[in-house]
């Protein structure tokens, strides 16, 4: 476990919180390792660390499981997170990282939630070819309406990403010595999820609280594929190396696709600081998998949350945790 101690960080920062037990909460902070295997021999390694900040700070409700404060209380909060993935298949080897900012504003006496996320993304490695390299940004806006026991939101994300793998020297046979061409794959992918989610909270005749969510996607992906050839030129006399110039295009494929999804969990609240999560979900262009994780809550400030998710050939484990000031 490459990144396990990345688990330790909260607990070395639970300074920054007070002694005791508060009513009132401003932030936390959390990390968490997962480990998958996506089939075809393809696995990957995500290490994540986050910080949120509550800038009206979020009071517990007695009658509620402790921990939701974001779900049930209806908490405005401003957030940062960074991702480090390490994929692995065949010859292939990545490393990638994603910023990503986030916040929600609730309004209407937390009636209404308004959402924004914006995130960017970059990766190099190694493949049998050669090297590989990407990079990508994206922008979440969601929109949450509370009626009763119900929340409604509303979400879209759209992220463009372009990607380029070298694929070796390529010389044509008629040119000088003096020239050498280098070839590329290059990927364009434009995307958008558009998600409608529904949020119904309740209690049991015990007076134990559950939590029922269900959402719905359909994602849009336009594809662009091509090779690209590059030309560089080497001074004979010097030996110095002008920059590549592209030397021609050829364009592989061009596709527009549309697939939907769909995700549904039930949360129970055993205790107050104990809730257990169950589901099964679909998301577009993925195979169905079924999930499951506990959230456990010390002293209403240490948090630890570890979940499975299992598909018919993949599988990823995670274990993270929080602690709040």
């Excluded at 940004?137 to 026991?149: A, K, M, P, Y």
């Amino acid at each position: 476990m490459k990144y396990a101690g990345i688990l330790a960080l909260p607990f070395l920062l639970s300074p920054l919180a007070q002694a005791g037990v508060a009513e009132k909460y401003n932030g936390q902070v959390g990390a968490a390792y997962s480990a998958a295997d996506m089939g075809d021999d393809m696995t990957s390694e995500t290490a994540t660390v986050s910080a949120r900040w509550y800038p009206k700070g979020v009071t517990l409700n007695s009658r509620l499981p402790a921990f939701e404060i974001d779900q049930l209380n209806g908490a405005s909060y401003l957030s940062l997170q960074h991702d480090s993935e390490t994929t692995e298949q065949d010859a292939l080897d990545l490393d990638g990282s994603t910023q990503t900012l986030s916040g929600r504003w609730v309004l209407l006496n937390r009636k209404l939630f308004l959402g924004a996320s914006a995130g960017s993304m970059s990766a190099d490695g190694d493949s049998v070819s050669g090297s590989a390299e990407a990079d990508g940004n994206s922008l979440e806006l969601s929109l949450g309406v509370r009626t009763g026991q119900l929340i409604t939101t509303l979400s879209r994300v759209s992220s463009t990403s372009e990607s380029e793998a070298y694929l070796g020297d390529a010389t044509p046979t008629l040119h000088l010595a003096d020239y050498t061409y280098d070839l590329y794959a290059i990927a364009d992918v434009d995307s958008s999820i558009t998600s409608l989610g529904f949020s119904w909270v309740d209690r049991t005749p015990d007076n134990s609280v559950y939590l029922i969510e269900a959402n719905f996607h359909q994602l849009s992906l336009d594809t662009s594929l091509s090779n690209e050839l590059y030309e560089v030129y080497t001074n004979p006399e010097t030996g110095e190396k002008d920059a590549p110039e592209l030397y021609s295009r050829e364009e592989l494929l061009q596709s527009e696709q549309t697939y939907l999804g769909a995700d549904l969990a039930v949360t129970y609240f055993v205790q107050r600081n104990l809730g257990v999560t169950a589901g099964w979900m679909r998301m577009p262009g993925q195979s169905p998998k079924v999930f499951a994780e506990a959230t456990v809550l010390f002293a209403d400030r240490y948090e630890l949350t570890p979940a499975v998710a299992v598909g018919e050939d993949t599988h990823r484990m995670l274990l993270g945790g929080k602690v709040r000031f």
